[in-house]
């Protein structure tokens, strides 16, 4: 599955690299992995199909509107925590089933086979999401006070999902700005800026270059007012630097320039997305 999404959607951005630079663009089909007969190492039986679109989905409400955003292309190698067994492994289910047993239902027996997604997600952010929930978006107390905030994410996270993170940016972008135009988000940019890792796992690891000086950057930007335009980041194996890549701030993207290494940063420009 993974190969066939990087063979379909990886020289987006100019560089066959193993990398998607912007998945939010991939428009690659699951479906054309079902086997035509039988199973086999190389195709997808018609329930793996069904589960691969449920898994890039994002969850909905019977009106539509979204509960939560569904994981990228690209992160196909990462979802077997997530995505994996119940209970008699570290899978996510179990960690889940637990928050609602014990703090949204108090109630030791409750079982996620019972689980009403729609009514029991709005149950839980209205009892116990005050408490847990970091999604206010009134960020104007703490730009009036002079506060720069740098929020990074990996494309290839296995535990949240990037576009969650999107999605937060571009709530405070139409609650400060008042509106979703690129003359808010410009404002809002001013003090708070994201920056998405292709390849990048929960924080760090995976494929993509995961090293980079976050702090630094923030200290320019409080300190001397020089804001991110860009981030360098660093793959590094047994202590060398195999690659290194501009880090852009969303909604841009870094295309390659067409000539020199792919593997160096200097050869990619952080431009608008397509």
Not at 82 to 93: F, I, K, R, S, W
Not at 209 to 218: S, W
């Amino acid at each position: 599955l993974h190969d066939a999404v990087l063979a379909a959607c990886d020289a987006q951005d100019g560089a066959k690299d193993g990398l998607i630079e912007n998945p939010a663009v991939c428009r690659f089909d699951p479906q054309e992995l079902e086997c035509s007969d039988g199973d086999s190492a190389t195709c997808l039986t018609a329930p793996q199909v069904q589960a691969v679109k449920k898994i890039y989905a994002d969850i909905r409400r019977s009106d539509g509107s979204k509960i939560f955003p569904g994981f990228p292309h690209g992160s196909e190698l990462n979802w077997g925590l997530m995505a994996g067994g119940y209970l008699g492994n570290t899978g996510q289910v179990a960690w889940a089933e637990s928050l609602y047993r014990y703090l949204v239902f108090q109630d030791p027996t409750w079982s996620y086979a019972s689980m009403n997604l729609e009514r029991d997600v709005a149950y839980a952010d209205e009892h116990v999401g005050k408490l847990l929930n970091s999604m206010d978006a009134d960020l104007r107390p703490f730009r009036d006070r002079g506060g720069k905030l740098i929020q990074y994410h990996g494309w290839a996270d296995w535990g949240i999902t990037p576009y969650n993170s999107i999605d937060y940016f571009n709530s405070v972008v139409s609650t400060v700005g008042g509106s979703t135009s690129p003359e808010a988000r410009r404002d809002v940019q001013d003090f708070h800026r994201l920056f998405l890792m292709p390849g990048v796992s929960h924080c760090r690891g995976g494929a993509g270059p995961d090293v980079f000086d976050g702090l630094g950057a923030l200290e320019a930007w409080v300190e001397r007012g020089e804001a991110p335009a860009q981030i360098r980041a660093a793959k590094i194996v047994d202590g060398n630097t195999v690659r290194t890549r501009p880090l852009c701030p969303y909604p841009e993207v870094a295309r390659y320039d067409g000539s020199g290494s792919i593997d160096d940063a200097a050869n990619f420009t952080c431009v608008a997305a397509e």
